[in-house]
């Protein structure tokens, strides 16, 4: 596809399950990135890759988050024993390269913990 | 900390009204960008600002980059309903290793 892609659009999990969402960035983007938001809110980061290099998980809230990207391309956020906190948008965005350049965005997972 | 400020958090105004939307901070920015948030959908990229004093114009909407490449403005003419969204402002910082985000302006033009 033209652009980025995420699955599901909409997650809804019980308090204390894991959760996988996925992203598909764009093809030939070296660099992708993981934020979350809040209703109405700005972005925060979780974690960002480049290339083959070690991802900078910085902003991940705690070890009960965790990212991968396989191949250099698709790449799967996994939330493990879900909080009513984590609920939020999780944005996936790529970039041609690294975080200097712009980032295009996927439409986001709406994830609800009850 | 290298942050993004950006001023009004929300704006609520008529069709027709003009505005602006503010994006300031301490630290120098290699460059800056605007994106667009609608409902239910990802940021979207407006302009990339790089020089400092650069004004970029996009039919209604003017962007300006500081001279001290610090902070950015973006200035709305006659806004329409169809301007309604969350305004983002982000950044390299010049020494930094991650893209910084504001927090976001909301605003709401009523027809």
């Known amino acids: 596809g033209a652009g980025v892609s995420q699955s599901p659009s909409n997650k809804v999990t019980e308090k204390g399950k894991d959760v996988e969402l996925r992203c598909d960035p764009i093809s030939g983007h070296t660099a992708l990135y993981w934020y979350r938001q809040s209703l109405g809110q700005g972005l925060e980061f979780l974690i960002y890759f480049q290339g083959n290099s070690a991802p900078d998980k910085s902003g991940l809230p705690s070890d009960r988050f965790s990212a991968e990207r396989t191949g250099g391309s698709v790449s799967t956020l996994t939330i493990q024993r879900t909080q009513q906190e984590d609920s939020a948008v999780y944005l996936c965005?790529?970039?041609?390269?690294?975080?200097?350049?712009?980032?295009?965005f996927g439409p986001g997972t709406r994830l609800t913990v009850t | 900390t290298q942050l993004l400020e950006q001023s009004p958090q929300f704006l609520s105004i008529q069709e027709g009204e003009n505005l602006t939307v503010y994006c300031n901070s301490s630290?120098?920015?290699?460059?800056l960008q605007w994106y667009r948030q609608e409902p239910g959908e990802g940021p979207v990229l407006l302009v990339t600002?790089?020089?400092?004093?650069e004004v970029k114009k996009l039919k209604r909407l003017t962007f300006q980059f500081g001279d001290a490449r610090k902070d950015s403005s973006l200035h709305i003419t006659a806004a329409q309903p169809g301007d309604t969204g969350l305004y983002l402002c982000?950044?390299?910082?010049?020494?930094?290793?991650?893209?910084?985000f504001g927090a976001g302006t909301i605003l709401r033009v009523k027809s």
């Open positions: 630290s120098v920015f290699s460059s």
């Open positions: 965005a790529s970039s041609f390269t690294g975080f200097r350049y712009e980032q295009y």
């Open positions: 600002v790089v020089t400092g004093g």
């Open positions: 982000a950044g390299p910082p010049e020494y930094g290793n991650k893209l910084v």
